[in-house]
């Protein structure tokens, strides 16, 4: 079946260390999206990429690092630099071409939980 | 700067009831809104896409109604089930960009109890 797959599930990090979310989609979509989800707030968008090997910063991209070598592929590096780190992250793609590119739905995966020892 | 507003207290109702939850946005001009479910722990899935120039949409037992002069647009449920206890996000969208960015509202948890 077609869907964006997001791992691990739960991850505890350690202060000051690095840690990388995966997220992997075979929808063929060309767009890709990191969201941080925390109590009582909206998403919020950390990067994202329209084509392969190109990336934008969100509205809270401080802290965090992505890369796009891959069509399938947005992995999330969430760095030591990142204040508050603890979250539950959504990865999410849309497609780009179609009868309504430009408003077309996101596909979620089911998330990431980060926690901060 | 850009605001959106949903019902931050949880709304309760009763099985077969119509549930109607709010979305109210400032400091915007989103050319479409969508919206979406999210259950405990989950992603959000994608409900309904309402455009600027649209009144009014309807799937199944869902409706929405998007009001710009208000700013504003409502999302009902008619004969509401406990299988529909989520929370809902509602989500705005700038047409002029095609980057597909949204600004998401904090969403409103619905329960809807037998």
């Known amino acids: 079946d077609g869907g964006i797959t997001q791992s691990p599930k739960y991850l505890f990090r350690k202060e000051g260390q690095n840690v990388t979310l995966s997220c992997e989609q075979n929808?063929?979509?060309?767009?890709m999206y990191w969201y941080r989800q925390d109590p009582g707030q909206g998403l919020r968008l950390i990067y994202y990429s329209q084509i392969v090997n190109d990336f934008q910063k969100g509205d809270i991209a401080e802290g965090y690092s992505v890369s796009r070598e891959k069509k399938e592929s947005f992995p999330l590096t969430v760095t030591s630099a990142q204040k508050n780190p603890t979250a539950f992250y959504l990865c999410?793609?849309?497609?780009?071409?179609?009868?309504?590119?430009?408003?077309?739905?996101?596909?979620f995966g089911e998330g990431s939980r980060l926690t901060v020892l | 700067s850009q605001k959106i507003e949903q019902n931050s207290e949880a709304l309760n109702i009763q099985e077969g009831k119509t549930a109607t939850l709010t979305c109210n946005y400032t400091n915007y001009s989103p050319a479409y809104l969508q919206w979406y479910r999210q259950d405990p722990g989950r992603g959000p899935v994608f409900l309904l896409l309402i455009r600027e120039n649209e009144k009014e949409k309807r799937k199944e037992r869902l409706k929405v109604t998007f009001d710009t002069t208000l700013k504003q647009s409502l999302f009902h449920i008619t004969a509401s089930q406990p299988a529909d206890s989520a929370t809902y996000l509602c989500?705005?969208?700038?047409?002029?960009?095609?980057?597909?960015?949204?600004?998401f509202g904090q969403g409103t948890t619905l329960q809807v109890k037998p």
């Open positions: 929808l063929n979509h060309d767009a």
């Open positions: 989500a705005l969208g700038h047409g002029s960009s095609n980057t597909g960015k949204l600004i």
């Open positions: 999410a793609s849309r497609p780009t071409s179609g009868k309504t590119p430009n408003t077309g739905e996101l596909f």
